[in-house]
């Protein structure tokens, strides 16, 4: 919950167009929460006996997205949310001084086209996160701090020459992994890492990158899924360039422009529970009444299937891979200051921790650098040990006295601060994305196909980008155009 409350001095100067934004974000969210009702009674007048096109189960990205497209061909489309609001794993909040926060998704790549495009018809504004100065590297739970040019890799010599080697191995079994399935989705990422790599500080150093891209323990997932996952990123080379820009709008008015373009057959507060397929129909029970349609699209993160009955209505064999995926645990701590005061420490805010509670922040302060914002990410194993039993003012503290133990006792107090953890949020248990468990992909390699009447999407379903935005826009185009190619039958 919100935490601490800015000082008007700070709203007063906070220049006018970003205060007129910010607002304007601000109406649009409070028309969202009253529309949200409207839709809901809206939706209800869908659950007669008509039957629909297709419904969409979540309201996330993916959701909205393929609605949209569904819609824009003249069909009959409800969408189906079980939350108070749209936009699942995105969620921005604007704090009282007005700067926009975002408490989920974030980043765009040049690199992610669908986003991109989103983001220039919203005509948002893109906001490159400061990197000028020292980052800061610390290698372990009990290491000192070392300051490290923004360019340069915090390894010594013979751990520089190891990652090189390390990455031509990794851009090499890239070309042919597919070949080696069932070796490769037998054995554990980070056993297929410490093959790649010669020492162990150069090891360390991989894991924690990667484990801070996708949020899961290298143990947890084959070496398969990981190279998967990097090949629907492009490659080693769209790993290095995805997290480019933020909006300095926030993501959420991207969700609240697909909402207005997805216009009625909005159901909110309507958690899907069970699935009914028939041989000329699909019916979806929800608190408010049942929805029936010829098609469906379930864009709900994979590990809550089980919730709405589908891993009854898949081959067994999906339904075991299903049940067993995994989440990406994170948790995302906003630290808001009065201004970015590491900039006149020479230091970027960009700092990476091995082994701690917090394993990564950077600085996304507004253009003008008149609030700092240091966000500061938990991921895998760090959220894990972070997230027993701590409630969010508990991680705001522990959050400002890392800071203190990496910057030093002189980090002054923040204006305003937010964490979330979002494998406590029951309709993601988790983020960025969930994952393929080992032998997932051995076992059922077109898990996502379309299954009869039911079609896939969701980030965790795309082929390019997965577990992320773009993933989600991508997964979405794949299945309305399977559901309009459908239409008929
Ligand atoms: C902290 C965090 C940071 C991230 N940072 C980035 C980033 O910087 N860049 C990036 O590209 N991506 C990022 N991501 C990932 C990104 O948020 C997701 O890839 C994307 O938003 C997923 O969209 P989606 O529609 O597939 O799923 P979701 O957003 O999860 O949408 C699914 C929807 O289904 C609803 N739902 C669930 N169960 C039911 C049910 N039974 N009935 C009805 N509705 C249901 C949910 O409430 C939700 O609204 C981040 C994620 C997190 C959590």
């Not at 998967?228 to 480019?244: A, F, I």
Request: hydrophobic fraction near 40%; aromatic fraction near 6%.
């Amino acid at each position: 919950m919100a935490l601490i409350e800015c000082s008007n001095e700070l709203a007063m100067n906070t220049p006018n167009r970003t205060r007129r934004k910010a607002l304007g974000a601000l109406a649009a969210g409070a028309m969202m929460a009253t529309d949200g009702v409207q839709a809901a009674v809206r939706g209800l007048a869908f659950s007669s006996n008509a039957t629909l096109d297709a419904i969409v189960i979540g309201g996330g990205l993916a959701g909205l997205s393929a609605a949209r497209q569904l819609k824009n061909q003249g069909a009959s489309v409800v969408v189906i949310e079980a939350r108070n609001r749209l936009g699942g794993r995105i969620s921005s909040q604007v704090l009282p001084n007005g700067q926009v926060i975002d408490l989920g998704a974030q980043f765009v790549s040049k690199a992610q086209r669908r986003i991109s495009k989103l983001v220039d018809e919203v005509g948002l504004t893109r906001v490159q996160p400061h990197d000028t100065g020292d980052h800061l590297f610390i290698s372990s739970s009990k290491a000192t701090p070392i300051r490290v040019a923004a360019d340069a890799m915090p390894l010594p010599l013979f751990g520089k020459l190891d990652m090189l080697l390390a990455n031509w191995r990794f851009e090499h079994a890239l070309h042919n992994f597919r070949n080696d399935i069932s070796h490769l989705d037998a054995i554990s990422a980070s056993t297929f890492l410490g093959k790649l790599t010669h020492t162990g500080v150069t090891e360390s150093f991989l894991s924690a990158l990667i484990e801070g891209e996708y949020c899961v323990s290298l143990d947890d997932i084959s070496a398969y899924e990981l190279l998967e996952q990097v090949t629907s990123m492009g490659g080693l080379s769209g790993l290095s360039n995805s997290d480019q820009w933020f909006l300095s709008e926030g993501t959420e008015p991207l969700v609240q422009h697909l909402r207005t373009s997805v216009g009625n057959g909005l159901v909110l507060n309507s958690p899907a529970q069970n699935l009914e397929i028939k041989p000329d129909s699909v019916t979806v029970d929800t608190p408010r009444g049942k929805y029936k349609a010829r098609q469906i699209i379930v864009a709900v993160p994979p590990q809550l299937y089980d919730r709405i009955g589908l891993l009854n209505s898949v081959p067994p064999k999906h339904s075991r891979v299903l049940a067993a995926y995994r989440s990406g645990r994170v948790i995302k701590t906003l630290l808001i200051f009065d201004r970015p005061w590491w900039r006149d420490r020479g230091l970027s805010g960009r700092i990476q921790h091995i082994g701690s509670f917090f394993n990564s922040a950077v600085d996304c302060s507004s253009p003008q650098g008149r609030v700092g914002n240091l966000v500061v990410f938990s991921t895998a194993r760090s959220a894990r040990q972070l997230e027993v039993n701590r409630s969010e003012s508990v991680r705001i503290r522990l959050a400002m006295e890392w800071l203190r133990e990496v910057c030093g006792t002189t980090v002054p107090s923040v204006i305003a601060a937010r964490s979330v953890d979002w494998s406590a949020d029951p309709w993601s248990l988790g983020g960025y994305a969930s994952v393929r468990s080992l032998g997932g992909w051995l076992d059922a390699p077109s898990l996502f196909a379309t299954h009869g009447r039911i079609h896939f999407a969701g980030t965790e379903t795309a082929t390019e980008w997965r577990s992320y935005m773009e993933g989600a826009l991508q997964s979405a185009e794949r299945a309305a155009q399977t559901v309009l190619f459908n239409g008929s039958k």
